[in-house]
């Protein structure tokens, strides 16, 4: 992706019918949607279909969306879209088994806090993902492996395990975190 350009991904989406900017979207934002389906509890064959409208929807609502990076983030107009779709699913659900069910209480199956969180959750791993994805193709192997030590092992025993100087194992491990930290920043303001 272009980072010298200051249009994100949702903008060139929201105003053009370029079709590159679209199958980018999909690509990328149907993995958070499918994650957050799943955590939610619904099945693998029903989040993957349920995906599906969520992209549906947002194809045809994305030309009313205005986005303002500061103010208003993609995500929380993307959770919202889902959980709507997901109550709507669930209420489906729950109407085909009050029609077989006698007299027994429903229980309720949304609380909104839970939700908040779920879907917070996921964007924080899906975001981080997506982050090591990227920067995992700029260092080699030897760095990357430093750096995922780093966080079980002390950095002498990092060194010796690996034949390195302490001075080295620092300045992978610095140079990799700071890739990743700027790269989870860009991808929370690009994707929204």
């Not at 079709?19 to 958070?32: A, I, L």
């Not at 389906?37 to 064959?45: C, D, E, S, W």
């Not at 992209?55 to 500061?70: C, D, I, N, T």
């Not at 839970?114 to 924080?124: D, F, G």
Request: net charge neutral; with cysteine.
């Amino acid at each position: 992706m272009n980072q010298s350009t200051r249009r994100t991904l949702i903008e060139r989406v929201t105003n053009s019918a370029d079709e590159s900017s679209w199958d980018e979207f999909v690509n990328v934002y149907q993995r958070y949607v499918l994650g957050f389906m799943l955590k939610m509890g619904i099945n693998f064959h029903e989040a993957e279909d349920l995906t599906q409208k969520v992209m549906v929807k947002l194809w045809k609502k994305l030309p009313e969306f205005e986005y303002r990076p500061g103010s208003c983030r993609f995500r929380s107009w993307l959770a919202i879209i889902s959980r709507s779709l997901i109550r709507d699913h669930r209420n489906l659900k729950q109407n085909k088994l009050n029609s077989q069910m006698s007299d027994e209480e429903v229980p309720d199956v949304e609380i909104t806090a839970e939700i908040e969180t779920i879907s917070l959750n996921e964007w924080k791993e899906f975001i981080s993902k997506l982050a090591w994805e990227r920067i995992s193709k700029r260092f080699n192997q030897l760095a990357l492996d430093v750096f995922l030590q780093s966080s079980q092992k002390e950095i002498a025993d990092i060194a010796q395990d690996l034949g390195l100087a302490e001075n080295t194992v620092y300045v992978y491990r610095k140079r990799v975190e700071t890739a990743l930290k700027k790269e989870i920043h860009n991808l929370n303001y690009e994707l929204g």
